[in-house]
């Protein structure tokens, strides 16, 4: 573990504070002439808390100890609502898809609004639900959009929407986190709902490490009730999380030798995913698509100022002089790829969507001490995620290589913060954090231009120019129309800058700060 000693004298009337220290475990030592030694242990002090340890001297000999080691008397003089679970909780609890959020709902005054209890890493969530991966914790009747979360005291949220994580710090990186439901601290007075911080964990003065691999598969499933009553397979499902940690002294033989002035601390988690979807396509058949139709039909119509207007011919075809050059460049690019029917419901086809969604999360994370005045600490936070979702993304079309879309959802944190005591009773306490997120969005489906070149030809006499690098959204009433989306590109950058300055003068503690955010 990381260890040091913090000396400082009381006051005149025994009154002692040490002010913005780390969270961890700690024990106190009391020694005054006259009196016993008193040493009281097993104190744990978590993130944002303010404890009151409350000591009664023995007469006696110094060389004489009276230990406590319960730390029963301990109690927090803090009126804030919250709620700590800690990173051994964390890590051990049972968790689906392993993310950290989901146990924020065991909190008291917490529902979650979402219409599925799984939550994932990125802006997509392959497991249920919604398929956009949004917070809707409620906390104390609040909307979900006014909470605050935090990684190690920096923004960690995307400022437009109020909903979406920028970064997933990875469930065995965590050393704490704490929930603060309500009469929060003025440095946490962002938003009205709940201020939710997760502290990642630090190197200590022994190496210390793990690997993991957890997976889910469809094997270990059963089909649900529809599949069955329609006789459908079993989705397929392939998910693997696996990654490792490690983490300790910084210590080179003969170049760095210490263990209790520098730290580092490293994280690495992966996941690869591959999800199968059941969807109904409704499609026209091979005759159709050239125009045949096995009953009468419209097959003209009156051009009303461009528009089309009442139905001026009948017949069981169309002529091919009927059909426009956009509707030919259609039917070639992206009609003319869709599958037969199979199902046993005319002119319906049942397909299987694969969509892949993976991760992988770098975190460095270096503590180092100046000695009992100055510390330092800075951290390294990557996450990509890149997914092909075969429907596409926000469009669930019910055919593969359409409407399909390949997306990346990047989310980095890089912050620094110090902490100088220049004297027991001041304390100077600041730091930077940049935190950016975004989500990458483009269409690599028939629908793309690159697949579709005759409809981009045949849409260049119009009085508009095409941009999206796309075919236009089409609806067909009664079938299959093309639904697109994209590309979307949304970024978010949020950077943070604070300082705290700490005063003890007798028995009071005064506070007071700066903290700026600037958001893009």
Request: a neutral charge.
């Amino acid at each position: 573990v990381q260890t040091c000693a913090l000396p400082i004298y009381s006051g005149s009337t025994g009154e002692y504070t040490f002010p913005q220290i780390q969270f961890g475990h700690y024990s106190v030592t009391i020694e005054a002439v006259g009196f016993k030694k008193y040493v009281e242990g097993g104190i744990t002090l978590n993130v944002n808390d303010k404890l009151t340890l409350i000591s009664t001297l023995q007469v006696g000999a110094q060389t004489e100890v009276v230990r406590v080691e319960a730390a029963a008397d301990l109690i927090s003089t803090d009126a804030v609502a919250a709620g700590v679970v800690t990173g051994t909780q964390v890590r051990e609890l049972p968790l689906n898809n392993r993310v950290w959020t989901q146990i924020l709902i065991t909190e008291p005054g917490v529902s979650d609004s979402n219409s599925s209890d799984q939550y994932y890493v990125g802006a997509t969530n392959p497991f249920g639900g919604s398929s956009t991966n949004t917070t809707g914790f409620q906390v104390n009747g609040g909307r979900r959009e006014e909470n605050n979360f935090l990684v190690d005291g920096m923004d960690n949220i995307d400022r437009g929407s109020n909903l979406t994580l920028l970064s997933f710090p990875s469930v065995d990186s965590i050393s704490e986190f704490r929930i603060v439901r309500g009469v929060y601290d003025a440095e946490l007075g962002r938003s009205a709902g709940a201020q939710i911080n997760v502290v990642t964990r630090s190197g200590t003065s022994d190496i210390h490490g793990g690997a993991y691999e957890f997976f889910r598969n469809d094997k270990l499933n059963a089909n649900n009730f529809f599949n069955n009553r329609s006789l459908v397979a079993r989705p397929l499902l392939r998910d693997n999380n696996f990654g490792f940690t490690v983490g300790g002294p910084v210590y080179i033989p003969k170049v760095y030798k210490q263990r209790d002035k520098t730290f580092f601390f490293v994280s690495e988690e992966f996941r690869r995913v591959i999800t199968y979807t059941n969807a109904t396509a409704i499609i026209p058949t091979t005759a159709m698509k050239s125009g045949q139709f096995g009953t009468v039909v419209c097959n003209s119509w009156a051009n009303v100022n461009g528009s089309v207007g009442p139905c001026t011919g009948y017949g069981t075809s169309i002529p091919t002089a009927n059909i426009s050059a956009v509707a030919s460049a259609y039917i070639k690019d992206i009609y003319s790829k869709f599958p037969a029917p199979n199902s046993p419901t005319p002119f319906n086809y049942q397909s299987t969507l694969r969509n892949t969604n993976n991760f992988r999360e770098d975190m460095i994370k270096i503590d180092h001490s100046f000695g009992t005045k100055l510390q330092l600490n800075g951290k390294y936070l990557n996450d990509t995620v890149p997914t092909i979702e075969a429907g596409g993304l926000f469009t669930s079309y019910p055919l593969d290589g359409v409407a399909t879309t390949s997306t990346n959802s990047p989310g980095h944190q890089y912050n620094i913060h110090a902490t100088y005591t220049p004297s027991p009773t001041f304390i100077l306490d600041g730091g930077y954090g940049f935190s950016y997120g975004a989500i990458l969005s483009n269409v690599i489906g028939s629908e793309n231009f690159s697949g579709s070149p005759d409809v981009q030809t045949a849409l260049t006499g119009f009085p508009f120019q095409n941009n999206l690098g796309r075919v236009p959204t089409l609806s067909l009433t009664g079938g299959t129309g093309v639904s697109t989306f994209g590309p979307y590109n949304d970024y978010n950058r949020n950077q943070t800058v604070f300082i705290n300055l700490t005063k003890v003068w007798g028995t009071h503690t005064f506070k007071a700060g700066f903290i700026a955010y600037h958001y893009n």
